[in-house]
């Protein structure tokens, strides 16, 4: 048997290819124990056993190779609620929280708002914004079977019953409606973009994240549809790029949208953009 402390210093040793080495072990070694993190600084001197010392090494060596954390813990916490992740979809990311934060503001409390999150991978957006606003009913889309799968076993987890499912290749499959808020998180990097054989998403799927050659394909899809699906002065939100605020919003304009604006992610990045429809 091996102590919690001499695990944690051998592993960060292993570890080189991330910038948050000593906690990405202390987060693995929670995992497969089922610690708390006060735990391993509470008693460093607890033995392991062996079983579980070959687990962590195994997830170690994993993390090694550049696999992500949430990847390797099989979940991710996003708007303070544990979503289940998989290689499916893409890892909710705390930029997203910026596209909930904005789109709640834009629906009242009480209201029973038809909303429409467009590509919900891991349901992170649908899930958040249900989870804040029970009186109002989304739709969320996805064009990957397995993806939709884990969405709904992460609404199931929070007990999330306003949320409907649909397989469909972004409007495809939607019924005719008119929605009060459509939100979405589309795939948005440039197909020769460097970032993408660098860090997590290089373990992410392509189909979530890559956008032909200015990362701008979904994005136009979405916008060019959009006015058929909206009711009229609803809102429509888009995450992007950093450096996408100036394609993202002559695309609005070209589709006849008003009052658009973009709002910063917490690192001070263009991340969201919106608009209102002019139907
Ligand atoms: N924010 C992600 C990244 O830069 C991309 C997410 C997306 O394409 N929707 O890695």
Request: glycine share 4%; charged share 25%; net charge negative.
């Given at each position: 048997m091996t102590t919690i402390a001499e695990l944690l210093r051998e592993a960060e040793q292993r570890i080189?290819?991330?910038?948050t080495t000593k906690l990405d072990a202390e987060i693995l070694l929670c995992d497969v124990m089922q610690f708390n993190r006060s735990k391993i600084y509470a008693h460093p001197q607890q033995l392991i056993p062996d079983d579980k010392s070959v687990l962590f090494k195994s997830l170690i060596e994993q993390r090694r190779q550049g696999h992500p954390i949430a990847h390797l813990t099989g979940k991710k916490e996003f708007w303070s609620l544990e979503l289940a992740v998989n290689e499916e979809t893409l890892i909710p990311r705390p930029e997203t929280e910026c596209l909930v934060e904005a789109a709640l503001l834009m629906i009242p409390d009480e209201e029973s708002f038809n909303i429409l999150d467009l590509g919900?991978?891991?349901g992170a957006i649908a899930i958040a914004i249900a989870s804040e606003r029970s009186n109002s009913t989304i739709v969320a889309t996805d064009i990957n079977p397995d993806a939709l799968d884990m969405a709904k076993k992460n609404a199931a987890s929070h007990a999330l019953t306003n949320i409907k499912f649909l397989l469909s290749?972004?409007?495809?499959?939607?019924?005719?409606q008119s929605f009060d808020l459509i939100v979405s998180n589309p795939p948005?990097?440039?197909?020769?973009?460097?970032?993408?054989?660098?860090?997590d998403v290089r373990f992410e799927p392509e189909l979530a994240l890559v956008a032909g050659k200015d990362g701008m394909k979904a994005i136009n899809i979405i916008l060019e549809n959009a006015n058929g699906y909206l009711a009229s002065d609803a809102f429509l939100l888009i995450e992007h790029g950093y450096d996408q605020k100036a394609l993202v919003t002559h695309a609005f304009q070209i589709y006849g949208f008003k009052q658009i604006k973009t709002l910063q992610d917490l690192s001070g990045q263009d991340r969201v953009t919106y608009g209102q429809s002019s139907n």
């Amino acid at each position: 048997m091996t102590t919690i402390a001499e695990l944690l210093r051998e592993a960060e040793q292993r570890i080189n290819c991330s910038d948050t080495t000593k906690l990405d072990a202390e987060i693995l070694l929670c995992d497969v124990m089922q610690f708390n993190r006060s735990k391993i600084y509470a008693h460093p001197q607890q033995l392991i056993p062996d079983d579980k010392s070959v687990l962590f090494k195994s997830l170690i060596e994993q993390r090694r190779q550049g696999h992500p954390i949430a990847h390797l813990t099989g979940k991710k916490e996003f708007w303070s609620l544990e979503l289940a992740v998989n290689e499916e979809t893409l890892i909710p990311r705390p930029e997203t929280e910026c596209l909930v934060e904005a789109a709640l503001l834009m629906i009242p409390d009480e209201e029973s708002f038809n909303i429409l999150d467009l590509g919900t991978g891991s349901g992170a957006i649908a899930i958040a914004i249900a989870s804040e606003r029970s009186n109002s009913t989304i739709v969320a889309t996805d064009i990957n079977p397995d993806a939709l799968d884990m969405a709904k076993k992460n609404a199931a987890s929070h007990a999330l019953t306003n949320i409907k499912f649909l397989l469909s290749d972004w409007y495809k499959n939607i019924p005719s409606q008119s929605f009060d808020l459509i939100v979405s998180n589309p795939p948005y990097v440039k197909q020769d973009d460097k970032h993408l054989s660098q860090g997590d998403v290089r373990f992410e799927p392509e189909l979530a994240l890559v956008a032909g050659k200015d990362g701008m394909k979904a994005i136009n899809i979405i916008l060019e549809n959009a006015n058929g699906y909206l009711a009229s002065d609803a809102f429509l939100l888009i995450e992007h790029g950093y450096d996408q605020k100036a394609l993202v919003t002559h695309a609005f304009q070209i589709y006849g949208f008003k009052q658009i604006k973009t709002l910063q992610d917490l690192s001070g990045q263009d991340r969201v953009t919106y608009g209102q429809s002019s139907n």
